[in-house]
T-cell receptor, first 113, second 113 residues
């Protein structure tokens, strides 16, 4: 059974810092990995999707990397802002269960002014 | 983002009553999913659908049933609600296949008293 772990569970940083969120998974037979953002009481917003054949994806100040063989992904946020405060979820997609996602429990990020 | 709506957005009900949650998507996506989100567990798959009238169980399907009579609608029914089913329920959809992005609805907060 695929297990997805996110470290740290919570993180507080001052505005302007660069930061890294970590995601690990136990079964490397994945199709893709997706990073989501969730604001309190809201739904999930897709940030980046990395295909299994890719090493990284970038969108603005966000960069996600994937090392499938070691079962790891990182989300790098450059020059953090208070508006980045949210919970960040990592999810991997496999071929079973209709390509449903297996989620980590998330990292709760607080960026202080 | 894909047009996915959920109704109701909030519901309070009593133990033992049946409850139906509705998910509606306007993207003609083949695959649809129901997840629940609980503190300490992250998002877990309840049921999914890979086409009209084609559904299957996920990780936490006990006490839930689903139906999909049209491409755009996916219903989740709690046959006899229990307090352990108090949760936030998210619907998602995707085109299917290994490389696509999964899009999420805004969620339904269900409280079972």
């Amino acid at each position: 059974k695929q297990e997805v772990t996110q470290i740290p569970a919570a993180l507080s940083v001052p505005e302007g810092e660069n930061l890294v969120l970590n995601c690990s998974f136990t079964d490397s037979a994945i199709y893709n990995l997706q990073w989501f953002r969730q604001d309190p009481g809201k739904g999930l917003t897709s940030l980046l999707l990395i295909q299994s054949s890719q090493r990284e994806q970038t969108s603005g100040r966000l960069n996600a990397s994937l090392d499938k063989s070691s079962g790891r992904s990182t989300l790098y946020i450059a020059a953090s802002q208070p508006g980045d405060s949210a919970t960040y979820l990592c999810a991997v997609r496999q071929g079973n269960s209709g390509y449903a996602l297996n989620f980590g429990k998330g990292t709760s990020l607080l960026v202080t002014p | 983002d894909a047009g996915i709506t959920q109704s109701p957005r909030h519901k309070v009900t009593e133990t033992g009553t049946p409850v139906t949650l509705r998910c509606h998507q306007t993207e003609n996506h083949r695959y649809m999913y129901w997840y629940r989100q609980d503190p300490g567990h992250g998002l877990r798959l309840i049921h999914y659908s890979y086409g009209v009238k084609d559904t299957d169980k996920g990780e936490v399907s006990d006490g839930y049933s689903v139906s999909r009579s049209k491409t755009e609608d996916f219903l989740l029914t709690l046959e006899s609600a229990t307090s352990s089913q108090t949760s936030v329920y998210f619907c998602a959809s995707s085109t299917g296949g290994v490389g696509d992005t999964q899009y999420f609805g805004p969620g339904t907060r269900l409280t079972v008293l």
